[in-house]
């Protein structure tokens, strides 16, 4: 097993372009030992980036997390999201530090809006800018900004360096931030953290062409998806695994290469866009 490739974000620090969602998790008391275990593989493994949010089961998710991280957090980087409404600079301090609470530590490593709400950029930057100073996050982000919301964020000063990443829906069947997004990321060296790369498990089921393409490989449909969304520097895939199974499978993806081959049957089956459509989200 070959180490899993990186990406840079501002500042120069190095992320492995495969890491671990949370969505879903910390629902379920019963569950509770198995999550831990299967995100402490994947840390393991070398996906140690960890996807969370204050919204996952009410702040569940991130309990989780801080339960798997506990004794190992100076190996991981830990991204959390807060909601919208809770996006202004007093709101947004009161926020991180629950979240710091629950995952038990004393920093997170990407602090992401998670939509767009009514509270101006301005006064999220302001918060932002807050909580670096306290080192409470060492970086800030968004989640779910089209081109428009990033060039607006790109106008207020300083906006733009604020901000490292972007995560989005992202996957084969969800195409629609090729069209402009992702070039305009990558110009700009952030990259995006690419949300659903299975889209759900969906691309799990038995599909002609991704199964073709997973035979040449000797893999899964699941890992070529993800290989797939992982093919160009700039993009982070985050799947949510809580079986081992599915862990050690999706580590798998990153030392898949896709051929040329691959990606035209891919693009045949999975259109890329030929027009600009809002962004989807989930
Ligand atoms: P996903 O990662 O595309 O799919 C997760 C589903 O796929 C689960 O049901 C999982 O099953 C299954 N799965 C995982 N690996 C598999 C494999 N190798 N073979 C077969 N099935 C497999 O979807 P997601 O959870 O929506 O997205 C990933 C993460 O992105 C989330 O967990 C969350 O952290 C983040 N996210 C962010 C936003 C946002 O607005 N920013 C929105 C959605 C998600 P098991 O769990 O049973 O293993």
């Known amino acids: 097993m070959t180490r899993i490739r990186s990406t840079t974000i501002p500042g120069g620090e190095r992320l492995p372009v495969l890491g671990q969602g949370t969505w879903r998790m910390g629902e379920d008391a019963s569950r509770r030992?198995?999550?831990?275990?299967?995100?402490?593989?994947?840390?393991?493994?070398?996906?140690?980036?960890?996807?969370?949010?204050?919204?996952?089961?009410?702040?569940?998710a991130e309990r989780v997390v801080g339960a798997a991280i506990a004794d190992r957090r100076d190996e991981v980087f830990v991204v959390t999201k807060f909601y919208p409404q809770n996006a202004t600079r007093e709101r947004m301090a009161a926020a991180c530090d629950r979240s710091l609470r629950r995952l038990g530590t004393d920093?997170?490593?990407?602090?992401?809006?998670?939509?767009?709400?009514?509270?101006p950029i301005k006064e999220t930057l302001a918060g932002f800018d807050d909580l670096l100073r306290a080192q409470k996050i060492r970086y800030a982000?968004?989640?779910?900004?089209?081109?428009?919301?990033?060039?607006?964020?790109?106008?207020?000063?300083?906006?733009?360096?604020?901000?490292?990443?972007?995560?989005?829906?992202?996957?084969?069947?969800?195409?629609?931030a090729e069209w402009d997004l992702l070039p305009w990321m990558r110009r700009r060296h952030r990259p995006i953290i690419a949300y659903s790369p299975i889209e759900e498990g969906l691309l799990t089921h038995p599909h002609p062409v991704l199964r073709a393409v997973a035979e040449r490989h000797d893999a899964t449909p699941a890992q070529v998806a993800l290989a797939w969304v992982m093919r160009e520097d700039g993009v982070i895939a985050i799947p949510k695994a809580a079986r081992a199974p599915h862990v050690r499978e999706n580590r798998g993806a990153a030392d898949i290469r896709l051929t040329k081959r691959d990606l035209a049957e891919l693009d045949g089956s999975f259109p890329p866009p030929d027009d600009k459509h809002p962004l989807a989200t989930r």
């Not at 840390?43 to 204050?54: N, V």
């Not at 989640?143 to 000063?157: G, H, Q």
């Open 141 to 176: 982000g968004v989640s779910n900004f089209d081109v428009d919301d990033m060039e607006e964020l790109a106008r207020l000063k300083d906006g733009l360096a604020r901000v490292v990443a972007d995560q989005v829906l992202y996957n084969l069947e969800r195409r629609g």
């Open 33 to 60: 030992a198995a999550e831990i275990a299967v995100i402490r593989l994947g840390i393991e493994l070398g996906m140690t980036l960890i996807d969370t949010a204050e919204m996952y089961a009410d702040g569940g």
């Open 107 to 119: 920093r997170i490593d990407l602090y992401l809006m998670h939509w767009r709400g009514d509270v």
